[in-house]
């Protein structure tokens, strides 16, 4: 059973001590932690991470990775996707070498009494290789979910397209924090026209305490309830909303959540540096707009 709330937040609270085993991470939960509290496990998931060490711009090496994870566990966290960028001509790992590094990890976790389980994953970046790479895809662990990233410049109807080819291959797509991605949302001037402005709006920035008010977020709802329909499901980054991808995005990723467009949560965990007052502040302001028993879904 999950229980998240009060557990979660207090131990996001800022409390991490130093653990000598790891540097500056926190201590794994063995004792204060969450996983002892109440004999109730959390078990959360984490379904997007760059926790292998050395395979991507990710972990660059054991250390850091084991630091990863003991912030993942003292977090919450029980299961941890590691989802290596498969990307031709940059990152090209093959799914044999992403299974057997999984193991490897897995090993040095339990050795350092971190309670964490490592599951294989990749993410997938949606360009032309893609249909050949899933010749022999590499989806998360037993979820029948394949990781994948739309490029930045995605236009909607080759994305349906390739999403398309992708689910006839009998896996489900899960794209990736597609708060990072233009074409899930309608540019700047293009949507509806906007409402008449009143004299305080006109007037701006000219009167004490009224600067020009950012432009509301307008999510692609018609792409957005396409791919739904399709099956495809949506990751967000905790990051988006904490503010680690700026301002806008996280605009973007509160719209999304309020939309009920996510399906799972991810902590795209690069660096160990940074990373549990990320989780905290992310994981906090998506339990500040939805509520806990959400938050709680999207962790499962
Ligand atoms: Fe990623």
New binding site residues.
């Given amino acids: 059973m999950i229980v998240a709330s009060d557990l979660l937040f207090s131990t996001l609270s800022g409390k991490n001590k130093v653990n000598p085993r790891f540097g500056d991470g926190p201590h794994r939960p063995s004792q204060a932690g969450l996983l002892s509290r109440g004999k109730v496990i959390l078990g959360f998931t984490d379904y997007?991470s760059?926790i292998l060490p050395a395979l991507d711009d990710g972990s660059n090496d054991v250390l850091e990775s084991l630091r990863m994870a003991s912030i993942l566990a003292e977090a919450g966290f029980s299961t941890v996707h590691c989802?290596p960028?498969r990307l031709v001509g940059a990152f090209e790992a093959t799914p044999a070498q992403v299974v057997e590094q999984v193991a490897t990890l897995q090993r040095s976790v339990d050795a350092a009494d971190i309670p964490l389980q490592l599951l294989p994953g990749m993410?997938y970046y949606l360009d032309e290789f893609l249909m050949f790479n899933l010749q022999s895809p590499l989806p998360l662990g037993n979820s029948g979910l394949l990781l994948i990233?739309a490029p930045l410049q995605a236009i909607p109807p080759s994305l349906v397209h390739s999403l398309r080819q992708v689910r006839a291959t009998g896996v489900t797509p899960l794209i990736?924090h597609p708060e990072r991605c233009q074409v899930f949302f309608i540019p700047e001037g293009k949507g509806p026209a906007t409402p008449r402005l009143s004299l305080r709006q006109a007037l701006g920035g000219l009167l004490p305490g009224s600067g020009p008010r950012p432009a509301a977020v307008q999510p692609n709802t018609p792409l957005l309830d396409r791919l739904r329909e399709m099956g495809c499901r949506f990751q967000a980054d905790i990051a988006s909303f904490s503010g680690g991808f700026g301002v806008e995005v996280q605009r973007r990723a509160m719209a999304l959540l309020k939309m009920g467009v996510y399906t799972q949560l991810g902590s795209?965990a690069h660096r160990a540096k940074g990373l549990a007052e990320t989780l905290r502040r992310g994981l906090l302001a998506i339990e500040e707009a939805a509520g806990k028993e959400a938050l709680e879904l999207l962790l499962k």
Avoid: S, V
């Fill in positions: 997007h760059h989802t960028h993410e990233e990736a795209d």
